[in-house]
């Protein structure tokens, strides 16, 4: 097991990273000893992992509740966050509470925003089973819902006590939800450090089997880049905006084709390389850079093209952005692999990128 830190002062925590960690008692039991426990998991997941974490954790806890939510994007909502609420009024929950995030990305935004609205605020434990949550949601605080209007607008920063990642989950994961956390791996490299991006470029064929040893590494490595940006930036006030590189065009394709059509990994993919053409038509990087990154976006069996939207609704999209100031959008991009900046840029040059790049 590899153990890091996130360093907040005194709301740093560890992420442990390792093979059958979800049976450790010890990972778990300096923050649910003696507490009422409320595991919050959805339909796929907890069948697979629920009995194992109850096994683990029960002894220490005062009682151990579970809440399993419908499964999927377009459930990330109020209605499904109301249950957890429900179900923890209905089983005596308080201030000393813990919940665990037991699942992917969107069980770990809603329980973390659970956990940071439920009486103000309460302590809560983050163990990702997919790839795109153990190598980027289950870190840096993060929680929230979407919006019909805009994906992920409703939520609050809100730091989990650990992060549990147990590799062993992953050998359960579908193919294509794989690529997908691909796809936040292949991100951490493109702006922040060029030789884990050729490292990728190198083991494409070890990632996309989910070979284990190569999958610790890309965990390892890519809760390194971003618990780095989150110490410096918790609240994105600046350089953390970079973690969003290829969100900008991937929120977008996510919100207009309804979420749950495209992955967000996949759109993330597809966003990557857009904003990567994008890099090259401002002169940043140079074509053959903007195909590197498509080659291995591709390798990843991840979408290069975007969905024919058309220019007028990205903007409409893109302008309902986080990082929009005063309905001015801001682009990440790449000053080259492993670097990354925000900017506004012209919409003339956008243009000329979202014609590239759509389908049909
Ligand atoms: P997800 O949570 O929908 O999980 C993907 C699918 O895999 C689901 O069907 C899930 O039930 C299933 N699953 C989960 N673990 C499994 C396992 N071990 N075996 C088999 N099936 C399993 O999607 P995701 O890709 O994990 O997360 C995407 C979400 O994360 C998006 O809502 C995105 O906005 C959010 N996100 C948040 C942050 C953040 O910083 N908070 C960062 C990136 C993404
Ligand atoms: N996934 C972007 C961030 O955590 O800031």
């Known amino acids: ?65 579970e809440v399993i939510l419908p499964d999927g994007e377009s459930y990330k909502d109020w209605a499904t966050l109301q249950k957890i609420f429900d179900a923890m009024l209905a089983n005596g929950a308080d201030r000393k509470s813990v919940i665990i995030a037991l699942g992917g990305g969107v069980i770990g935004d809603m329980a973390g925003f659970a956990a940071a609205s439920f009486m103000r605020g309460i302590r809560f434990i983050q163990v990702p089973t997919t790839l795109l949550a153990q190598v980027d949601s289950s870190v840096g605080g993060k929680t929230g819902i979407n919006h019909p209007l805009g994906k992920n607008m409703i939520g609050a920063f809100h730091q989990p006590v650990a992060v549990i990642a147990d590799l062993d989950t992953l050998k359960t994961l579908p193919p294509r939800e794989l690529s997908a956390g691909l ?26 089997a989910c070979d284990l040893d190569a999958m610790a590494h890309a965990v390892e490595r890519s809760c390194e880049i971003k618990s780095a940006v989150v110490a410096a930036d918790e609240k994105e006030s600046g350089i953390r905006a970079i973690l969003n590189y290829g969100h900008t065009f991937g929120h977008a394709i996510e919100s207009g084709m309804g979420y749950g059509q495209w992955l967000h990994g996949e759109a993330v993919g597809c966003g990557m390389v857009m904003a990567a053409d994008l890099s090259a038509r401002l002169g940043h990087i140079q074509t053959h850079e903007v195909e590197r990154i498509k080659k291995l976006v591709a390798a990843m069996a991840l979408p290069t093209c975007a969905p024919p939207l058309g220019n007028q609704r990205f903007f409409e999209l893109m302008r309902i952005d986080k990082k929009s100031e005063g309905g001015e959008i801001r682009y990440i991009t790449l000053e080259k692999i492993g670097q990354a900046k925000i900017e506004a840029v012209d919409d003339s040059i956008v243009n000329q990128t979202l014609s590239a790049n759509q389908a049909g």
Request: charged letters at 20%.
């Open 183 to 208: 796809a936040e791996v292949i991100k951490h490299g493109a702006i922040a450090d060029s030789s884990f991006f050729h490292w990728i470029e190198a083991h494409t064929r070890e990632l996309t």
């Open 1 to 65: 097991m590899k153990t890091l830190q996130v360093s907040l002062g005194d709301r740093s925590y560890p992420i442990h990273i390792g093979s059958g960690l979800i049976s450790k008692p010890e990972l778990f039991k300096p923050y649910i000893a003696n507490k009422s426990v409320f595991i919050v998991s959805n339909t796929t997941v907890s069948p697979l992992y629920s009995k194992k974490l109850i096994n683990t954790i029960s002894e220490d806890a005062k009682s151990v509740h």
